[in-house]
């Protein structure tokens, strides 16, 4: 949001990249402070973050992907975002809804179909749109769907 942070809103990140994966970023928004929403604040505290310097609200643990998926289908509804899915219009999304985003290559096959093995894909449109701005839509969905 503009100059704060939703409190209601937990980001996870899996990096699978070298040197040493994964890597799981968790961030809560509820327990989050001393933030500003500009991107050089984010660069510096998450580069903070992963050479495990403590930040509020930030936590950084081993959790793989796939374990991560299985922990938050127990609570939640998945959502995988894919030009082809089910148009987000068209879905009534739950109360705690998880949202899985791909980079600009998307997910890999066996990450997505692993995935969707908890889940369903759901799409923005027949667009491709950057991850970012996919998580601003998302969030103004969920904002209208409230507001009803």
């Known amino acids: 949001m503009s100059q704060a ?3 209601d809103t937990v980001f996870h990140a899996v990096l699978n990249g070298p040197p040493n994966p994964p890597v799981h970023i968790r961030i809560e ?3 989050l402070y001393d933030i500003h929403t500009d ?3 984010w660069t510096h505290i998450l580069r903070k973050t992963l050479q495990r310097k403590p930040h509020p609200g930030i936590s950084l643990d081993k959790t793989s992907f796939e374990a991560l ?3 938050q289908a127990q609570n939640a509804e998945i959502y995988v975002l894919e030009e ?3 148009n987000v219009r068209d ?6 809804p998880v949202f899985v985003l791909g980079d600009h290559i998307g997910l890999p096959k066996t990450v997505e179909r692993f995935t969707l093995r908890y889940g369903k894909k759901i799409s923005l449109g027949k667009h491709a749109y950057l991850a970012a701005s996919c998580i601003t839509i998302l969030n103004y969905l969920l904002d209208r769907q409230t507001d009803q």
């Open 91 to 96: 879905v009534k999304l739950g109360k705690n």
């Open 5 to 7: 942070i939703r409190k």
């Open 84 to 86: 082809g899915g089910t």
């Open 69 to 71: 998926i299985k922990t």
């Open 29 to 31: 928004g509820a327990t």
């Open 39 to 41: 991107e050089q604040t």
